[in-house]
């Protein structure tokens, strides 16, 4: 069975990925506790020790206002102890899988959707840290997948704890009867996570190269939880008194950093529209 390392192995992805994959392959869990990511000489070294076949990098500090406001030392958590995990799965020989972001887009002004071939352009450190990551590895490696992840959500399953997405905003809105905005100045795309939990074993093999993971969004962030509102039976009246529109974040220039996943698509990758994963994830949870 192939053994897969898998880092940041506590988050929702990680663990949503050994959740689905569990008789597939044989997966080493790699958390805080098993190497410091602030010392990226130590990540090297533990890398080049580790027995796997592959290794998929998903461990680093998501808080944007950390990397705001500490920007040098999340560069050596985001960035340069990424580029430690690839050096020593480049020297040897084994492929690795990097998780990193439509945030390297987030400075674009001209039209979204954007593919793998346009320049990223970012005004959040988080955003530029794994920029960085990617340009190193399409540099640098011969085998590696970077995939660029969109907005994903999904809901609780025992064992794996969801980050906040915006089925379960929506859902905690209705079930407390809290006004709750979501930001009418934004457009991204929104994938329902089990897409990716679902086709690891096609993502591993995939040509060496960067990918976007994306289902396709027309929507504002505000009118995706709307349809989302709608689609749990709430009412007009009920939509309209807990579904707020937040019209002064991002008031200034409307963000769209959508992703285009034409290419994963032809390579094979299952993504579908906003309106398909909500419904999917719906009925898989028995709604």
Same mark, same amino acid.
């Given at each position: 069975m192939r053994r897969i390392a898998i880092t940041g192995a506590r988050g929702y992805l990680a663990s949503l990925i050994r959740l689905y994959n569990a008789g597939t392959f044989s997966f080493v869990p790699i958390s805080r506790g098993d190497v410091d990511y602030t010392k990226p000489e130590e990540v090297e070294r533990f890398f080049l020790d580790l027995d796997c076949d592959l290794v998929l990098h998903m461990a680093a500090?998501?808080?944007?206002?950390?990397?705001?406001?500490?920007?040098?030392?999340?560069?050596? %958590?985001? *960035?340069?102890?990424?580029?430690? %995990?690839? *050096?020593?799965?480049?020297a040897k020989g084994r492929r690795m899988l990097f998780i990193s972001t439509e945030q390297v887009f987030n400075g674009r002004t001209d039209p979204a959707p954007f593919a793998e071939t346009d320049e990223p352009c970012s005004v959040t450190a988080y955003g530029r840290q794994k920029a960085q990551v990617d340009a190193w590895m399409a540099s640098h490696m011969d085998d590696y997948v970077t995939l660029r992840l969109s907005w994903m959500f999904g809901m609780a399953l025992p064992g794996v704890k969801p980050s906040p997405g915006i089925v379960g905003n929506v859902l905690t809105a209705l079930r407390s009867g809290t006004p709750t905005a979501f930001t009418a100045n934004e457009r991204r795309c929104l994938t329902y996570a089990q897409r990716l939990a679902s086709q690891l074993g096609a993502i591993c093999e995939l040509p060496s190269g960067l990918y976007h993971f994306a289902s396709e969004n027309e929507h504002t962030t505000y009118e995706a939880a709307c349809l989302v509102a709608k689609r749990f039976g709430a009412t007009e009246e009920q939509i309209a008194r807990?579904?707020?529109?937040?019209?002064e974040r991002y008031a200034d220039r409307f963000r769209d950093f959508r992703l285009d996943a034409s290419k994963a698509r032809a390579a094979g990758i299952a993504l579908g529209t906003f309106e398909q994963d909500v419904d999917l994830c719906l009925r898989d949870f028995g709604w």
């Open positions: 500090n998501l808080n944007t206002s950390d990397c705001e406001n500490d920007p040098q030392g999340t560069n050596l %958590v985001n *960035r340069d102890s990424a580029i430690a %995990v690839a *050096r020593a799965c480049q807990l579904i707020l529109p937040n019209t």
